[in-house]
């Protein structure tokens, strides 16, 4: 691990810790501590020095643990799980488990990370993820159907994550076509599906990032519309997120193998930011504008455009209600 990262567990919970037992434990020289420290200020995580104490971090941080992100999932569902992986620092929580499909084995892998380097978002973007920060969740899975049904999967992911972010009795949680979390009309969190097709079968990875404290210096990187629960007084911590947030991603899986989208389509519905509004999608082929009326069994965008319904399935477009067009909301 790190020294940063194994400084940072070392005042995890806040209490000071003299310079000698931190410069001890982590098997530097004073002065190197001193450059951690610096290191652990540039991640956003400043520390204090107190006066004759030594170092503590200015809030206390709470790093993932495996247990405790299962201790929240049924036993039934935990049992499906060849593991859950906590990783320090990865590129992507997604590259990561695509790279190597076969070690879920025919089951499902899931991991989460403290921080990605090169986190993904939907269309190319980045997916700016700040250490002990945020959600960054991947779970893998095998599905033996084509990959035109798993744009369905994309959408019921997205209700996956609303159930377990409404489930900590948070509320004002909907969705924007296809798979944007949002809070009170901005958007919280996101979905990204990726696939790696094997022959009648595809390893899919869902991965999933939800804003909890998104720092100050990470704010400035972020180039939409966003808001994170702390920013509405929602306390909750990382671990308990996560559970909730796997639980529901591996129920919601299950039954997408069962039933497809067309099961989940009454709880988008309820879900659905977007409905009954007048909208501009963008895309390659320019800009479309009509008023979204739902999704249909497949998970597409039904868009009324003059007068008559036009299906939408192309996850490659963004979505921006025309009454926050002129106020630059979420692309
Ligand atoms: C979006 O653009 O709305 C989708 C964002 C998805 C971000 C998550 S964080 C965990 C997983 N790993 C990634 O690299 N991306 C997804």
Redesign the pocket.
């Known amino acids: 691990m790190e020294a940063r990262y194994q400084l940072a567990r070392l005042l995890a919970d806040g209490r000071p810790r003299s310079g000698a037992v931190l410069a001890h434990g982590l098997g530097v020289s004073r002065h190197q501590l001193l450059r951690l420290v610096d290191e652990l200020a540039a991640l956003d995580l400043p520390v204090l020095v107190v006066r004759g104490r030594g170092y503590r971090l200015a809030a206390p941080l709470e790093l993932l643990d495996a247990a405790r992100i299962l201790a929240d999932i049924p036993s039934a569902l935990r049992a499906r799980l060849v593991a859950l992986e906590v990783l320090e620092e990865v590129d992507?929580?997604?590259?990561y488990l695509l790279a190597h499909p076969e070690r879920a084995a025919g089951g499902v892998l899931a991991c989460v990370a403290e921080t990605?380097t090169a986190?993904?978002?939907?269309?190319g973007?980045s997916?700016v993820?700040p250490f002990a920060a945020n959600l960054?969740?991947?779970v893998l899975r095998r599905f033996h159907a084509g990959a035109a049904v798993l744009h369905g999967l994309s959408l019921c992911m997205g209700v996956a994550a609303a159930r377990a972010v409404e489930s900590l009795g948070v509320t004002g949680v909907s969705l924007k076509w296809p798979?944007?979390l949002c809070l009170d009309g901005r958007?919280l969190?996101?979905?990204?599906i990726e696939v790696s097709a094997a022959a009648g079968a595809a390893d899919v990875v869902a991965?999933?990032?939800i804003n909890i404290r998104v720092p100050d210096r990470a704010r400035a990187d972020i180039d939409q519309a966003f808001v994170d629960l702390h920013g509405v007084g929602v306390r909750v911590g990382r671990n308990r997120l996560a559970g909730r947030v796997l639980g529901e991603v591996l129920l919601a899986q299950e039954r997408f193998q069962s039933e497809g989208f067309a099961g989940f389509r009454e709880e988008w519905r309820l879900l659905d930011g977007l409905a009954g509004r007048e909208v501009v999608l963008s895309g390659a082929l320019g800009d479309l504008r009509g008023r979204a009326d739902g999704v249909d069994d497949d998970g597409a965008l039904l868009l009324r455009v003059n007068g008559r319904s036009r299906r939408i399935v192309s996850g490659e477009v963004s979505v921006r209600p025309v009454d926050e067009a002129a106020v630059g909301s979420t692309p």
């Open positions: 992507s929580t997604n590259g990605q986190g993904r978002g939907r269309r973007r997916w993820s960054y969740l991947s798979n944007d958007k969190g996101g979905v990204l991965g999933i990032g």
